[in-house]
């Protein structure tokens, strides 16, 4: 059984760093990509940054250069590194994972991920 448990949401102020970590059990494929949704009060929910087994790294517009994903094999764990947080990046940050390589184009398409955790809220005040 394929279990994704996200961590490190909380309250920080603008220009300050979070770090959210997913820990991943039950999914043992060889192929496969990883990734940080996030959503917004009324929002729908937006791809912020994914990582596949081949090495393909992908990171939303919105977050390039202010945040990093990264994986540990040992344990299995995603990592999603946020500096210089702004409001807007204010929201329930969930960790998903398909079994398989990360889409091009359409990396972010919710409904090609078939394992999601239920998520960490992370709140920035300005």
């Known amino acids: 059984q394929v279990q994704l448990v996200e961590s490190g949401g909380g309250s920080v102020q603008a220009g300050q760093s979070l770090r959210l970590s997913c820990a991943v059990s039950?999914?043992?494929?060889?192929?496969?990509?990883m990734g940080w949704f996030r959503q917004a009060p009324g929002k729908e929910r937006e791809g912020v940054a994914a990582l596949g087994s081949d090495g393909t790294i992908r990171y939303a517009p919105s977050v390039s250069g202010r945040f990093i994903i990264s994986k540990d094999n040992v344990p299995n764990t995603l990592y999603l590194d946020m500096d210089s947080l702004k409001p807007e990046d204010a929201a329930m940050y969930y960790c998903a994972a398909d079994a398989w390589y990360c889409r091009t184009p359409d990396t972010f398409a919710t409904g090609f991920f078939g394992f999601w955790g239920q998520g960490t809220r992370v709140s920035v005040s300005s």
């Open positions: 039950g999914f043992s494929y060889m192929n496969y990509c």
